[in-house]
Nanobody
Framework: QVHLVESGGGLVQAGGSLRLSCAAS????????MAWHRQAPGKQRELVAD???????NYADSVKGRFTISRDDAKNMAFLEMNSLKPEDTAAYSC???????????????WGQGTQVTVSS
């Protein structure tokens, strides 16, 4: 199995910054896509940003220019740098990864438990 653990969430004032980290562990052969999603109370989960193995990135319109996704394949980690935070960014942020695991190169897709980000006005 592949496990994802997020960290870095917390309470911040509007205009502030946070950096989320996602660490993947297990019998990983290769991670392809990594992504951050978020879900606010009463709302559907939405894609915030994703990054492919070759570094191509994609962002939700609501975070473009403020958030930056990156990854460190040597450490099987992904990051989300969040600047100019707004109260509407308040949500539980979850990490996602897919790829291949084990000696048999079995495909996997995994989700982390999430980390809470709260932005006060």
């Amino acid at each position: 199995q592949v496990h994802l653990v997020e960290s870095g969430g917390g309470l911040v004032q509007a205009g502030g910054s946070l950096r989320l980290s996602c660490a993947a562990s297990g019998d990983i052969y290769k991670i392809n896509r990594m992504a951050w999603h978020r879900q606010a109370p009463g709302k559907q989960r939405e894609l915030v940003a994703d990054i492919s193995r070759n570094g191509n990135t994609n962002y939700a319109d609501s975070v473009k220019g403020r958030f930056t996704i990156s990854r460190d394949d040597a450490k099987n980690m992904a990051f989300l740098e969040m600047n100019s935070l707004k109260p509407e960014d308040t949500a539980a942020y979850s990490c996602f990864a897919d790829g291949l695991r084990g000696l048999g190169y079995t495909s996997f897709d995994s989700w982390g438990q999430g980390t809470q980000v709260t932005v006060s006005s």
